[in-house]
């Protein structure tokens, strides 16, 4: 039997690496990103009855958490995906996918940041990768800068000087944003924040697990933690979390879904759509396109688009380019529907059919 938590809820799971459980790796719950940066006031989880279980009683609240010690002589880290968690009086069930911790090497060249992806020792060769400044918190999203993972696995962006936060993300389906689907990649180096000081180039490499797919974690011999019966098999999903990557726990989300086509109704695939909020901005401003919005997608061969926002009032946006001015012979458009070009979105309801039409920007 676990204990029973008498200030909150019990927060237990399974840690693993890719040879099956491990119980040399504890896990740490962090009330805020900055108690994590500094690695201070953190709750720590105690062993349960099985290899690799973990249990911590934790008050109610919103946690980041982590996983950290050495398996068989190897630094392993693990950030879970769905961070900041929500825990309420529900018990919960978090599994943790431990990778080989990493460093940042900086030396004279470039200023910014670079370095590969990789899953289970090889290539991540598509995706897409984000830099994340630490007031970005809780890093959804673009970024301040989201770039395509390169054929050979690598990744460059030129920054400012500062603290980035990098993680990458391989989506089955190619989107470019949203909750991430089983089998999905996540990727998060356990050298994050990164610091980019001026004229330095920073190499950081980052390590992937994929969301709720322990078979294709696990290596060929390795133990699976869940047994051999079927019967008293304990999914090991973060799915079993209820658990959203949204604002809140109670954040209905609706669908709007269209086309972007050229003026001759051809459709444009591989442009951005971008929602930037309207609430607070009657009439459309040119300077929102320089900043990230938190619902974005991109268009399909056909042209097609699918967003998941919450209600409220916003502007569409399609381009080629995200988080800085248009640029002469870029495709460009907004959504025309109504005098002010804003989409009101009530809860629960979808909209379908909207089309945005975008034409090369005039130098």
Request: hydrophobic residues 35%.
């Amino acid at each position: 039997m676990f204990p029973v938590s008498a200030y909150g809820a019990l927060v237990q799971g399974i840690i693993l690496d890719e040879n099956g459980p491990t119980s040399a790796v504890e896990v740490r719950a962090y009330k805020t990103y900055a108690d994590l940066l500094h690695k201070r006031n953190a709750t720590i989880s105690h062993r349960g009855e099985k290899p690799g279980q973990y249990i911590i009683n934790i008050p109610q609240g919103q946690y980041y958490f982590t996983a950290q010690g050495t398996g068989n002589n190897t630094p392993l880290y693990s950030y879970h995906g769905l961070n900041p968690i929500r825990v309420s009086d529900d018990d919960l069930w978090l599994p943790f996918f431990t990778v080989p911790q990493t460093k940042t090497t900086c030396t004279d060249g470039f200023q910014g940041i670079g370095g590969t992806i990789r899953y289970k020792g090889l290539p991540v060769q598509s995706g897409s990768i984000s830099a994340y400044t630490l007031t970005d918190e809780p890093f959804r999203g673009m970024g301040v800068l989201t770039n395509t993972i390169g054929e050979d696995a690598s990744f460059w962006f030129d920054l400012e000087p500062g603290q980035y936060v990098v993680i990458a993300r391989q989506r089955q389906d190619n989107n470019a944003i949203g909750p991430l689907k089983k089998g999905d990649l996540f990727c998060y180096s356990s050298a994050n924040p990164v610091t980019v000081s001026p004229a330095k180039s920073c190499t950081i490499d980052l390590s992937c697990y994929p969301r709720d797919d322990i078979e294709a974690f696990l290596n060929q011999n390795a133990e699976d933690p869940r047994g051999k019966r079927e019967e008293k098999r304990r999914t090991a999903s973060m799915e079993t979390a209820s658990i959203k990557e949204t604002a809140g726990k109670n954040t209905q989300f609706s669908i709007v879904a269209g086309r972007v086509t050229d003026s001759n109704n051809m459709p444009i695939p591989n442009l951005f759509v971008s929602a930037y909020t309207a609430d607070d901005l009657f009439l459309f401003q040119m300077y929102i396109v320089r900043f990230k919005s938190d619902f974005i997608a991109r268009t399909d061969k056909n042209g097609m688009f699918r967003l998941e926002m919450p209600p409220g009032s916003y502007y569409l946006v399609a381009r080629e380019i995200v988080g800085e001015a248009p640029v002469a012979g870029e495709y460009y458009g907004i959504y025309e529907g109504t005098p002010n070009h804003s989409l009101k979105i009530e809860q629960d309801k979808s909209i379908n059919g909207l089309q945005i039409i975008a034409e090369p920007i005039m130098p």
